[in-house]
């Protein structure tokens, strides 16, 4: 399991800092944070507004991965980084995963168990709709966009505000926060994906498309996990 704890500090320069427990020289069971703070590219960026973590990828040997949104980026455009801490110091990962247009990307990122792939959130793309967009590192370097983006279907649906990969990266849960049920407003809903030659096929995994809320704001999927 994720063997750390991400505490984010949201609005502020210095963005995250990453600590850690006793497999990483943990003195007196306290946590001790690991290499420097990993700070905003601006003011207003949110950088920080969503972590994931991810151990011994294959791209980045013995090392851990982070992946951090700054959904505010460039007047509300969002971005993603990814860093990997390697020899005591965290380096970024590839360049800036920044979002093509208004998106609020950065949301929510999902890396799957190595840190070669990752999905990253924009609940505010197009009339609210939302999107997801799943990444893949080449060479080491450079992430290039895996399958097509998964745009939400209704307006104001808000998906993409929270994601979670399977672990080998071929399964995704995309949450639309804030879509509309048949009897309640704002219940939220849950949908699986499977990526298949190229394209990410929804519900092919999960009968029926995913949870329902019961209640208006019920917002039944704000945050959502696959193992």
């Known amino acids: 399991y994720k063997r750390q704890l991400i ?6 320069l210095e963005g995250i800092a990453l600590v850690g427990n006793k497999d990483f020289a943990i003195v007196d069971e306290a946590f001790v944070q690991i290499g420097a ?27 851990t991965i982070v992946a951090v949104g700054a959904p505010r980026n460039s007047n ?3 971005s993603a980084r990814v860093f990997s801490f390697v020899d005591g110091s965290w380096s970024q ?12 990307s ?9 840190g070669t792939i990752l999905a990253v959130g924009g609940g505010n793309y197009g009339v609210g709709q939302g999107w ?6 080449s060479g080491g370097t450079s992430w290039n966009l895996l399958g097509d983006s998964i745009v939400g279907q209704v307006n104001w649906a808000r998906s993409g505000g929270d994601v979670e990969l399977s672990n080998d990266g071929t399964v995704l849960a995309v949450a639309a926060t804030s879509k509309d049920g048949p009897s309640f407003a704002d219940q939220g809903e849950v ?12 519900g092919s995994t999960y009968e029926g498309g995913g949870c329902t809320g019961t209640s208006d704001a019920n917002h039944c999927n704000h945050t959502i996990s696959l193992s």
Do not use: K, M
């Open 7 to 12: 505490i984010r500090a949201i609005g502020v």
């Open 37 to 63: 703070t990993l700070s905003a590219e601006a003011d207003g960026d949110s950088f920080g507004y969503s972590v994931d973590v991810a151990q011994s990828s294959s791209s980045v040997p013995g090392g």
């Open 76 to 78: 509300d455009y969002g």
């Open 93 to 104: 990962l590839g360049a800036d995963i920044d979002s093509p247009n208004s998106s609020f």
């Open 106 to 114: 950065g949301h929510d990122v999902s890396l799957n168990s190595d």
């Open 132 to 137: 997801v967009r799943v990444y893949q590192l």
């Open 191 to 202: 949908t699986i994906y499977n990526y298949s030659s190229g394209t990410w096929n929804a």
